[in-house]
């Protein structure tokens, strides 16, 4: 089992930052995909950002590209997304989650373990 908890979500105005963070722990997996996603109310989740394990490939949604940038620190067991330029269109709850094997792919089916989401609003 892996364990996965967010933090750092919040209220912010348009046009500006937050940075969400993603604690680990468990059973760890030498090949694992990290990912975050978001779902807001009335929407089916979708994908945001993911990263390989060793952190040499991201993907992004075309949504967040040049704004958002995923980033892991494998010693602490640690994923981070920093959000920048937000905007209202933003706003959801973000989960972190984590397939153990395979490329970076943006079907959430196709991810096992899941934290519980940090609230994020962005007003306008």
């Known amino acids: 089992q892996v364990q996965l908890v967010e933090s750092g979500g919040g209220l912010v105005q348009a046009g500006g930052s937050l940075r969400l963070s993603c604690a680990a722990s468990g059973r760890t997996f030498s090949s694992y995909i990290m990912g975050w996603f978001r779902q807001a109310p009335g929407k089916e989740r979708e994908f945001v950002a993911g990263?390989?394990?060793?952190?040499?490939?991201?993907s992004y949604a075309d949504s967040v590209k040049g704004r958002f940038t995923i980033s892991r620190d494998n010693a602490k067991n640690t994923l981070h997304l920093q959000m920048n330029s937000l905007k209202p269109e933003d706003t959801a709850l973000y989960y972190c989650a984590v397939r153990q094997s395979g490329p970076i792919v943006t079907m959430w089916r196709e991810y096992q373990y899941w934290g519980q989401g940090t609230q994020v609003t962005v007003s306008s």
């Open positions: 990263i390989t394990w060793t952190g040499g490939t991201t």
